[in-house]
């Protein structure tokens, strides 16, 4: 059969990643009573009593989302666990397990899955998380990486992306767009390299920026400082598409509108230079950048005493009425739209 | 970094999957006391008090597991999804959730992953099982399905690959040899269509072959059996990869040697005539075909009234003591030794 044999076609090209997932499972039926939450967090949520089951997946594609001319295997095998404990942190659990499938063409030797599974396996030790099973196959071409991890948290515990409530502050962790520019300096490097092969990179200036591209660390301790400090966040989401695209996803699902201040947003100073260098603007690389692996929530006013001047956190903003709109403070104190424009926007 | 840096390499090609992933898994360190088994079963089991859970993730690459020029997309999807579940029924479990993650090259429409997931969706709805997540993204190179399954069971009933002993009787669901048989057939109108693209397939005398081969079912029925029968198995697996290369997985894990009666392996009569026509032979096809998702298990003699007699079951052999080797007892009454050659050796 093929797969093209309707007459009216659609080209997933023009439909977006979240339309097509929204989309493809628009008919999902839920038939067991502890499904609690399916599709559309950043985990499914299932019930065990007083405990509940986290699960999310993703899937790394070669050629998509990494590049091995500068990506090590052992850091790409880091990285894709990191990717996927940061939604377990999301929703304010623990992540517990990993499974993890490998696709490889065989240009890929033995030690080369043993440096991928080297990451992977550090991963594991430094976030306490067990890999209980995986599958590993052949591919055509490139590799493909696919890991489902499993948290848990108690009922109470657990934070949707739904709960954010008008008034609401909103807080960000660390600080943002450095993974973003870490991508810039290693793609520049390589093109340099492509031209004069025994060129040696320079990277002494960006370090950090490539640090955080290359070997990010996700907030295990921030939802661990949470729970010490007694703050529950009214909604959560971690920052893998970029600021601005998160804060939608609150927004949308907590039917309420923001305002974010410009000059809240927290910027590392390689950030800041290097985006002089580059001739970029430092806020669109941190609203649209992605990858920084913070967290990104909501708590109520209430609670602001006990984040207060925590080094940890940044209060970038505050949630609004639906009708008042998501909008961006600008430094000149203009009031406009918050869009999401992604990482494929920026230039 | 050449992923091929090392001066030392090893073909992933020399290895094979099975070795492979107990290579590089050997690392593994459990953390948690709640994960109770890890790799090297059908499931990883999570201990959640009396319950626990089970989880389970299978890749599915175009050109290495389907070839879409006779596999239907809606077909696909059902059958991605089995090939999860009879993974949780194989350790006596029941399947309750799945995430299914899928990567695919701008050559597919928004149609063709409706295709897909409308059998997703079925199979989700005839086996009682609910969609709860899944990444989308693209692929440099055709389609690519992840799938995981989670499932649950009373810790007192799953039933692991390592329980055989000797003297347990070792039963098979359903026929052999089937799903196999029915890609021959594909793949040999496929040449006939490539020859003459006039041609129309005659499928008429091989319908149950095809079926099998393009939409399997899995035995959640029978793990519903055995629970009324009141049987618990000492050990289970399902069928995907052969029967002989399944039941040396119970024999290794069980730690348990076995003998195999040629004429009891249970075979549809479409296999017998279409083995006859394409001029191979059924034990073969039945040992290394594979794709069956039948179930395979033991049970202890005091169990055998229980199931003595019921169609579901055939008895085709019996465990021994490790030291007497896995064997084959041909119809010729010769004891030869059981090997696995998977269905690449069949020709």
């Not at 007459?7 to 997932?21: A, H, Q, R, V």
């Not at 991890?149 to 960000?172: C, F, H, M, T």
Request: hydrophobic content about 35%.
């Amino acid at each position: 059969m093929l797969e093209n044999k309707n007459s009216s076609s659609t080209s997933l090209s023009d439909i977006g990643e979240f339309k097509l997932i929204e989309h493809l499972t628009q008919e999902v039926k839920i038939h067991h009573k502890n499904t609690v939450k399916g599709v559309g967090d950043d985990c499914a949520v299932i019930d065990k009593n007083k405990l509940q089951t986290l699960v999310t997946t993703d899937l790394l594609v070669e050629g998509v989302h990494f590049d091995l001319s500068y990506m090590p295997l052992k850091h790409l095998g880091y990285k894709a666990v990191m990717v996927n404990l940061s939604d377990v942190y999301a929703m304010n659990g623990t992540a517990r397990q990993i499974t993890v499938s490998i696709a490889v063409s065989n240009r890929f030797t033995l030690e080369a899955l043993e440096e991928l599974y080297a990451g992977i396996h550090l991963a594991c030790k430094n976030y306490q998380v067990d890999l209980v099973g995986g599958d590993t196959t052949s591919s055509i071409k490139g590799m493909l990486i696919s890991i489902t991890a499993i948290g848990e948290a108690d009922k109470k515990d657990v934070v949707y992306r739904s709960g954010a409530k008008p008034q609401d502050l909103l807080i960000v962790t660390g600080d943002l767009g450095a993974a973003y520019l870490g991508l810039q300096v290693l793609e520049r490097e390589k093109q340099v390299f492509q031209v004069n092969p025994h060129s040696q990179p320079i990277l002494d200036d960006y370090n950090y920026l490539v640090e955080r591209q290359l070997k990010p660390e996700v907030r295990k301790d921030v939802v661990e400082l949470l729970k010490e400090l007694e703050v529950k966040p009214t909604s959560m989401i971690d920052i893998s598409d970029g600021l601005s695209s998160e804060i939608l996803h609150l927004c949308k699902q907590s039917k309420v509108g923001c305002n974010l201040y410009e000059d809240k947003i927290p910027l590392d100073q390689q950030v800041i230079s290097t985006c002089e260098e580059f001739n970029m603007d430092s806020t669109t690389v941190a609203l649209s950048g992605g990858e920084d692996y913070e967290l990104l929530f909501t708590i109520s006013l209430e609670d602001y005493n006990k984040v207060k001047g925590n080094p940890n956190f940044t209060v970038i903003g505050h949630m609004t009425e639906e009708a008042e709109g998501r909008s961006l403070i600008t430094r000149a104190n203009q009031k406009i739209e918050l869009i999401a424009q992604g990482w494929n926007a920026i230039s």
